[in-house]
Every structure is written in C-alpha cells, then in structure tokens.
C-alpha cells in the first residue's frame, strides 16, 4: 500500500520558518521524482519544488531563494525548510511521488502565515 505522510505544517508567523517533512512507503523511492504542491483556497495546486533521483532541483519563482527541498533516500522521506514565509504561502501543501508509471499524492498539511 502506498503511503506519503506529510507533517510539520502549522501557524507561523510572516518571517519565520517551518520545515514539511513527507515519508514515504509503498513506492520505489530512490527513483521516484519527488516533489511539494500547494493549493490556497480558490486557487488551483501549483509546483512549489521537485527534486528528481539525481539531485536536480526546481523551484517556483514564488519560493526561489526562501525554500529548500531535499530528499533522504535510506529514510524514504522528502523536505521542504521555508524560511522567510509570507502571508500569500498559507495554503495546504501535498507532498508528492512520481516516476513513469506512477504518480502519488499524500493528503496535504496546512501552513498558515499570520501578517
């Protein structure tokens, strides 16, 4: 059975950080592309990083600078440390698990960023 756990989501205030962590069962891990989504209401899900295999990074513009993805393959588990967190990243963020021939998503964690 394929599980992405997703924790660490919350209430912070703008300018301090949070850190998603999202363990992983049931899937191949190492070569599985992972990656964090977010979603605030009334709005679609958006790409926030992916992290593939090999190391290779993307992130959105909105979070260049202020987020960092990395991943533990021996844990199975992929993060996400926000630092500098605005108001416009409250949203519910999904951790999720890719590779040719699946695709995954965990149930989401809240952050909320207080002005």
């Known amino acids: 059975q394929v599980q992405l756990v997703e924790s660490g989501g919350g209430l912070v205030q703008a300018g301090g950080s949070l850190r998603l962590s999202c363990a992983a069962s049931?899937?191949?891990?190492?070569?599985?592309?992972m990656g964090w989504y977010r979603q605030a209401p009334g709005k679609e899900r958006e790409l926030v990083a992916t992290?593939?295999?090999?190391?290779?990074?993307n992130y959105a513009d909105s979070v260049k600078g202020r987020f960092t993805i990395s991943r533990d393959n021996a844990k199975t588990t992929v993060y996400l440390q926000m630092n500098s967190l605005k108001p416009e990243d409250t949203a519910v963020y999904y951790c999720?698990?890719?590779?040719?021939?699946?695709?995954?998503w965990g149930q989401g964690t809240q952050v909320t960023v207080s002005s």
């Open positions: 992290i593939t295999t090999g190391g290779i990074i």
């Open positions: 049931g899937i191949r891990f190492s070569i599985s592309t």
């Open positions: 999720n698990g890719k590779a040719p021939f699946w695709d995954y």
